[in-house]
């Protein structure tokens, strides 16, 4: 019996590393969605009014309610800086998926580069 239950606990501390980078890279999933939507609504917002906001209310595109606003989000949206003809909009982790202390960022700009700045 107490070899059966190592022989798990072993199985298990294999599995589990493995686990943790699924689930992040599926979150991660969630940011590169909602910063390619965010690049669409920017794009449209460009080509009526000729330059980027910075605003992110003045665009067509309702970010979804993050999990501290009481939403299912666990990406922050924002636009972090915006001139007449370039924009860098950046989605931050909520949560730090993989418990090492570091928080997931991505960014998005003009020409629809997604870059992950700081992976988790």
Do not use: C
């Amino acid at each position: 019996m107490l070899t059966v239950m190592l022989l798990i606990g072993i199985l298990l501390s294999m599995a589990i590393p493995s686990k943790q980078k699924v689930v992040t890279k599926a979150k991660s999933m969630e940011a590169k969605l909602a910063l390619r939507s965010l690049n669409i609504s920017q794009k449209t917002y460009f080509y009526e009014y000729s330059k980027y906001t910075a605003n992110i209310s003045e665009l067509d595109f309702m970010p979804e309610k993050t999990v501290n606003e009481g939403g299912g989000a666990v990406y922050r949206l924002e636009i972090v800086s915006a001139s007449g003809n370039t924009y860098t909009a950046r989605a931050t982790a909520l949560r730090d998926f993989d418990g090492d202390g570091v928080h997931d960022v991505w960014e998005i700009n003009q020409d629809g580069k997604l870059t992950n700045v700081t992976p988790d």
